[in-house]
């Protein structure tokens, strides 16, 4: 079964600092990995997706992510964080079932940023 | 556009009482729809997801079941609550390309229920 693995539960930043959130995956197969971002009491908003092709891919509000296959991971970057950027994080693995998209997501890194 | 929408968006309900939380989906047809619960500490989990009116998988056995009567109504259920039902509760919808395509989930604003 696959699993996702955040081992960050909250990281602290300066405004201004850069980031990296780590996210591991476990899958048999090629993965379909997301991103995604909520603010408290919030639904989920998509930050980017890989899919195939680009190993480096750009998402929403500047962040990117890259995927290594030989690490088994999908870590989510920043140059620069703004303060709007605290939220809670998920990274998530969509094993295709043949019928419907599934995801299973990690347990979330918190993000916190001081100014 | 597409938008979802959940109801209602918090929730206080005594245990053994029972349960019903709709989601709609507007801006397009034949959507995959799915139903998550989130703990605290715990990341998601996905409940049940369908496919099509009346196609409904569960992927976790609980105390909880679903119905799509319509298709772009997705209803989460119980007939009586249990304490670690408490949650938030997140409605996700997803464009159905058919076999071999994955696309992407759209979540709605959740339903916050507390169990007590």
């Known amino acids: 079964a696959q699993s996702v693995t955040q081992p960050d539960i909250h990281i602290t930043v300066s405004e201004g600092a850069s980031l990296e959130l780590r996210c591991n995956y476990s899958?048999?197969?090629?993965?379909?990995l997301f991103w995604y971002v909520q603010s408290p009491g919030q639904g989920l908003q998509l930050l980017l997706k890989y899919f195939s092709g680009d190993t480096l891919v750009q998402g929403i509000k500047g962040f990117e992510a890259e995927f290594k296959r030989s690490q088994s991971s999908f870590n989510l970057r920043k140059p620069s964080v703004h303060w709007s950027d605290a939220a809670e994080y998920f990274c998530?693995?969509?094993?295709?079932?043949?019928?419907?998209?599934?995801?299973?997501f990690g347990t979330g890194t918190r993000l916190q940023v001081t100014l | 556009s597409q938008t979802i929408h959940q109801w209602p968006a918090t929730l206080v309900q005594p245990v053994g009482s029972p349960l019903s939380l709709e989601c709609t989906v507007e801006?397009?047809?034949?959507?995959?729809l799915y139903w998550y619960r989130q703990a605290a500490g715990r990341g998601l989990q996905l409940l049940f997801y369908s496919i099509g009116i009346d196609q409904i998988s569960s992927e976790v056995p609980q105390n909880l079941s679903a119905s799509r009567p319509q298709d772009r109504q997705f209803i989460l259920s119980s007939k009586k609550l249990l304490l670690s039902d408490s949650g938030f509760y997140l409605c996700a919808w997803s464009v159905d390309s058919g076999i071999f395509t994955y696309n992407e989930q759209f979540f709605g604003p959740g339903t916050r229920l507390t169990v007590l």
């Open positions: 998530a693995v969509g094993p295709y079932t043949g019928t419907a998209s599934k995801l299973t």
């Open positions: 899958y048999g197969a090629t993965p379909y």
């Open positions: 801006g397009t047809s034949n959507p995959n």
